[in-house]
C-alpha cells in the first residue's frame, strides 16, 4: 500500500462518486456469488442441522414427561434459504460501501499506474479478509443453526463486535508498522517481520476477550465442516469483491490512459 | 480512479467544494451501509418494532453463514 514513487504534492481530490459506485457494483456481484456458493454447500448442512436440532428438542421434552406442539416457524426453510441469497447481496453491498470509502481514504491523491487498481483492489480486500474475516472467526467460529440461546444473545453480540473491532485495529496496526519502517528504509524481511507481530499481537488480544458462552451439542464433523464453509463464504466474497472492484479500476486506466 | 485528468485544472475553490460534497457523500454511504449490517446482522425486531422477528427470521441462515450470533 506504499506508492512512495509519487512526488509529494498538494492531493487532487478524486472525485468520490465513482469509486463509490465501482464499491457498490463489485459488493453486490460478490454477495450474489456468495449467497449462490452457500445456497448450493452450507444450506444442506444448515437443513441438517436444524433437523437435528428439532430431534434433540423432541427428545428433551419426551425425556420431561411433557409433548409440545412442534414450534410454530415465522418462515418455511424455502423463504429462508432465498433469504440467505438476499442477505449475502445486502452484506455485499454494505461492505461494497465501506471497501470504496476506505480505498478512496487510503489512496486519496495519488492514482495508480498500470496494474495498481488491481493491485490496490486485492490488497485491501485480503486487509479485509484479515480484519473482519479471519482474526474474528478464529476467536469467534461461526455455528450452524441449534447452536445459540437466546437469553445470551446480547452479550454474544457485543463479544462478536468488539472481536471484529480488535481484528481491524490489528490490521491497520500491521499496515501502519511496515509502512513506517518502509519510511524509515528498513527492507521488506524486517516490515514484513514486524507486520506478522502485529498480527499475533492481535491474535493475543482476541483470545483475552471472554469465551462463547453457549455449548455447541453439534456433531464434530458436521460442526468442522460448517465453519470451513463459513470461512470459504467470507473468502469468495472478499475475493469477488477485491477482483471486480479492480478490474473496473482497469478498465477506466486503459480507457482514459 | 484516474478521471482525475478532467479535474485537475479545477481552481482551489472548485476542489475544496468537491472536497466538502465528497466527505457529505461519503457520511452519508456510510451510515446507510452500516445501517444495512445493523439490520441484517444485530437487530432483534427492535429497530422497527412493527417487523417483530420477521427480519431476523429472514436474514437467520445469512447470519449463521457469516458467523453473526444467532439464537
Known amino acids: ?69 412442534a414450534e410454530e416457524e415465522l418462515f418455511t426453510r424455502g423463504t429462508q434459504h432465498f433469504g440467505l441469497v438476499v442477505t449475502a447481496v445486502v452484506v455485499g453491498l454494505a461492505v461494497g460501501v465501506f471497501f470504496a470509502l476506505v480505498h478512496a481514504a487510503v489512496h486519496r491523491g495519488r492514482p495508480a499506474e498500470g496494474d495498481g487498481p488491481w493491485r490496490r483492489a486485492l490488497l485491501l480486500a485480503g486487509a479485509g479478509f484479515l480484519a473482519l474475516s479471519l482474526l ?98 467470507h473468502a469468495v466474497l472478499w475475493a469477488c469483491l477485491g477482483g471486480v472492484f479492480g478490474a473496473l479500476g482497469l478498465g477506466r486506466t486503459s480507457k482514459t490512459g | 480512479m484516474s478521471s482525475h485528468t478532467a479535474g485537475t485544472a479545477a481552481p482551489d475553490a472548485g476542489s475544496a467544494t468537491v472536497r466538502a460534497r465528497d466527505l457529505m457523500i461519503a457520511v452519508a454511504a456510510a451510515l446507510v451501509a452500516l445501517l444495512a449490517l445493523y439490520a441484517v446482522f444485530v437487530d432483534n425486531g427492535n429497530l422497527v418494532s412493527a417487523t417483530g422477528e420477521y427480519l431476523h427470521e429472514f436474514s437467520h441462515d445469512g447470519r449463521h453463514l457469516f458467523g453473526a450470533p444467532c439464537h
Do not use: C
Open chain 1, 1 to 69: 500500500m506504499s506508492d512512495n514513487s509519487t512526488p509529494v504534492q498538494a492531493p487532487t481530490p478524486l472525485p468520490l462518486l465513482p469509486v463509490l459506485g465501482r464499491g457498490v457494483l463489485a459488493g453486490g456481484a460478490a454477495g450474489l456469488v456468495t449467497g449462490l456458493f452457500a445456497l448450493l454447500l452450507a444450506e444442506p448442512l444448515m437443513d441438517k442441522a436444524i433437523v437435528a436440532e428439532e430431534k434433540r428438542a423432541a427428545a428433551e421434552e419426551a425425556a420431561a414427561g411433557h409433548v409440545h406442539a
Open chain 1, 136 to 233: 474474528p472467526g478464529l476467536r469467534y467460529p461461526a455455528n450452524p443453526p441449534g447452536v445459540g440461546d437466546g437469553g445470551t444473545v446480547s452479550e454474544r453480540q457485543a463479544l462478536w463486535v468488539a472481536a471484529l473491532a480488535v481484528g481491524v485495529l490489528g490490521t491497520v496496526l500491521a499496515w501502519q508498522v511496515q509502512l513506517r519502517l518502509a519510511r524509515a528504509g528498513f527492507g521488506a524481511p524486517v516490515r514484513h517481520t514486524a507486520a506478522a507481530g502485529a498480527v499475533v499481537l492481535t491474535v493475543v488480544a482476541l483470545f483475552l476477550l471472554p469465551s462463547n458462552p453457549d455449548p455447541v451439542p453439534v456433531a464434530p464433523t458436521l460442526l468442522w465442516d460448517f465453519r470451513v464453509l463459513s470461512l470459504a463464504g
